[in-house]
């Protein structure tokens, strides 16, 4: 009966101390992410403005990535939408600064908005000044017309201007 007892605490002790091998003698790098933060995400990201109780817009993601500090996210295949406006805006990439509530897009922009199509390489919001920019070459295509040029300015009062090198086309 004691050889068993021996043979059984002998066992148990074996097995910590084989468990305890396993769990701490990993990579250091291992070690140090489990007991550091690390970024995080959200699949299928949602962020709603509500204005008196209506969706004003509704940013969506398929995935966001936050960094270290979690105040910016790095997003994934996003959509804006703003119903009031009847604005559709996709785009491929894009940052979202969650303190300042700035976002920055880029790559494959399409912008819609009441019949018109509004392509760019990037736009960025800035809500405490309300405006819409672009740097880069920006395409407004609409029924009858084609309108381009490089830069864009874009007010909150929907005044919309096209900085340098601007050309209109009518068919």
Do not use: H
Request: proline share 1%; glycine share 6%.
């Amino acid at each position: 009966m004691i050889e068993f007892f021996v043979k059984y605490v002998g066992a148990m002790i074996l097995c910590l101390l084989v468990l305890s091998y396993i769990l701490f003698s990993g990579e250091k790098e291992y070690r140090l992410g489990v007991s550091t933060k690390t970024n995080s995400y959200i699949e299928g990201l949602r962020i709603v403005n509500k204005k008196n109780g209506v969706d004003a817009w509704v940013i969506s993601a398929k995935r966001a990535d936050f960094t270290r500090d979690e105040t910016v996210a790095n997003l994934n295949t996003v959509t804006v939408d703003a119903k009031k406006e009847e604005l559709i805006l996709n785009a491929d990439s894009g940052t979202y600064n969650l303190t300042t509530r700035e976002i920055f897009l880029k790559d494959n922009i399409t912008m819609r908005i009441k019949g018109s199509v509004i392509s760019a390489k990037s736009l960025s919001w800035d809500p405490s000044r309300e405006t819409l920019t672009s740097p880069d070459r920006v395409q407004m295509d609409g029924k009858k017309f084609r309108i381009e040029g490089d830069g864009l300015m874009a007010t909150q009062d929907q005044k919309v201007k096209l900085i340098s090198n601007v050309k209109a086309t009518f068919f």
